[in-house]
């Protein structure tokens, strides 16, 4: 992104952030995220609608475009077509009843219970203003219809919650500040800025709780980079907010994008462009993240396949018969108390039967088991998931290895995450190393790569990655995995055999592999060198104990017998 686009949306986060923060006191906190986020996806589906129909309506008047009327179309005309809906949904926007549309929100947030307005921009029909919050209600409720994938997704509780309506109409005032134009960013760029920008937000905010539905960006960011879903299935089992589904998208645009560079491993040449070619199923327990993430879908136009209702994956999987080309997703991490419901005869249960007390390796099946013949997966787990061998976990480490199931260990930073100070992991499992397109054949080898080292700290409690600790993570696999300009770095990256990880019992800790890095030769002759800090080492004892013996006077000397 080019550095003014991002201080554009640097400076606008800030902005909306600060002013909606100052009416959080009015609010419930338990309520808040749910008030804004809910305005948000308002403004971002109208913003998105109005866009649009702007570019509908100078088609419809240009005889050098598809969509001319004619020169006969008077504003009747005009206006009938942009009411119909396969314009919009055949350019993937998102369909807004006139009821719906920000315009009628804002203009009629303050007007007085009882009175008659009028709905702007459809056809004319007359409305009975109860309340601000009924209006919202009633408008959510409007989208649903018009959109089934919807169908009891949106929150429609703002009459219930009894917000004072002057806090209401000043929050909805706030949220209308935020543009969808811009000379270089559409709508989309940056209202789902701003919808992201808030997750992260409420989950700094809120701790752990919080944190339940965000993935911090960086990490997101470097699965999807290291993955490449180009085209095909997609699946995250505990998706949270669905932010892997988002950078999925924002990975395959930027690289559809004229005079990017093709990746290794990536789409071939010829391969059809754009997001179509991905489709997303996901699956979350909590009734909130799930409404949260299918909102989040529907204001990119990304077509989603979430289970129809918030469901455990465990004991409810709602995509049996799946078998996913990419699969995603940080699910909670040492999870407890996970199977109840669950059959310890499970067919997911391929490489033995997880702990009851730990969901690691149940996660790590359940996504092996849902994973197509050619495809790849990416899990974020803790670091214990490496190494331990209580309750089974080693036995089904062990077997994942020799099956030749995993593929590439990444060990992460500590700080990255707003609701853990867990050290954690990334795993990435494949069920075919054999050799493939521009892939070389990886059998019975595995990549340690140690990311620790990598990062800077955002601020004094969160640690990032750059985008060049990305590149040279993702780059480096993707090299490994061609066997074009690979190599071993110390403390950094080494392709271990099978053999090897036997020698270590199977345990898969990056720095275990990766060694340590080469100190650069002074030229001093090791015997010389020994020879020089073994003497400042005699020097330094020395002083010491002249200190000691110093302190000891003087405490003598206050009296003190020692």
Known sequence: MQQEEQKFLNDLDKKLWNAADKLRSNIDAAEYKHVVLGLIFLKYVSDAFAERREELHSAFKDPKNDYFLGEDADDELIHDELEIRDYYTEKNVFWVPALARWENLQNNAKVAPGTEIEIKNGKKITYKFTSIGKLIDDALEE??????KLK?????????????????????????????????LHAKDILGHVYEYFLG????????????????????????????????????PAMGSGGFFVSSEKFIEAHDAPGSASVAGGR?????????????????????????????????????????????????DKHP?????????????????????????DPRWQYGIPPAGNAN??????????LAPNGSLGLLLANGSMSSNTNNEGEIRKRLLEEDRVECMVALPGQLFTNTQ???????????????????????????????????????????????????????????????????????????????????????????????????????????KMARLTAKLKEQFEQSDKLEAEIKNNLAGLGYDL
């Open 143 to 148: 989208i649903e219809k018009e959109n089934p």
């Open 152 to 184: 009891n997704v949106l929150d429609k509780n703002y009459a219930r919650r009894q917000i004072d309506p002057n806090i209401l109409g000043q929050l909805i005032d706030k949220i209308a500040e935020i543009p969808f134009h811009h000379k270089t």
């Open 201 to 236: 937000q409420f989950a700094l905010s809120e701790g752990k709780k919080g944190g339940q539905y965000y993935t911090p960006k960086a990490i997101v960011t470097l699965i999807v980079e290291m993955l490449q879903p180009y085209k095909g299935r997609v699946y995250d």
């Open 268 to 316: 071939t040449p010829g391969a059809t462009k754009g997001v179509g070619n991905i489709s997303v199923y996901g699956q979350e327990s909590n009734p909130t993240t799930w409404r949260l993430a299918a909102m989040n879908m529907a204001i990119r136009g990304i077509d989603f396949n979430f289970g129809g209702e918030p469901a455990n994956t465990f004991s409810n």
């Open 321 to 345: 018969d799946l078998r996913a080309d990419f699969v995603m997703a940080n699910p909670p991490f040492n999870m407890k108390e996970w199977n109840t419901g669950v059959k310890d005869d």
């Open 361 to 370: 390796f149940a996660w790590l099946q359940h996504m092996l088991y849902h």
């Open 422 to 528: 867990i050290p954690a992991c990334i795993w990435f499992l494949t069920k075919n190393k054999k050799a493939r397109g521009k892939l070389r054949d990886r059998s019975n080898e595995v990549l340690f790569i140690d990311a620790r080292n990598l990062g800077y700290m955002k601020d004094r409690v969160l640690r990032d990655f750059t985008p060049e600790d990305i590149k040279k993570i993702a780059g480096t696999f993707h090299n490994w995995k061609t066997g074009v300009n690979y190599e071993d770095i110390a403390a950094f990256c080494n392709s271990a055999t099978l053999e090897q990880i036997k020698k270590h019992d199977y345990v898969l800790t990056p720095g275990r592999y990766v060694g340590a890095a080469e100190e650069e030769d002074d030229g001093e002759l090791f015997a010389d």
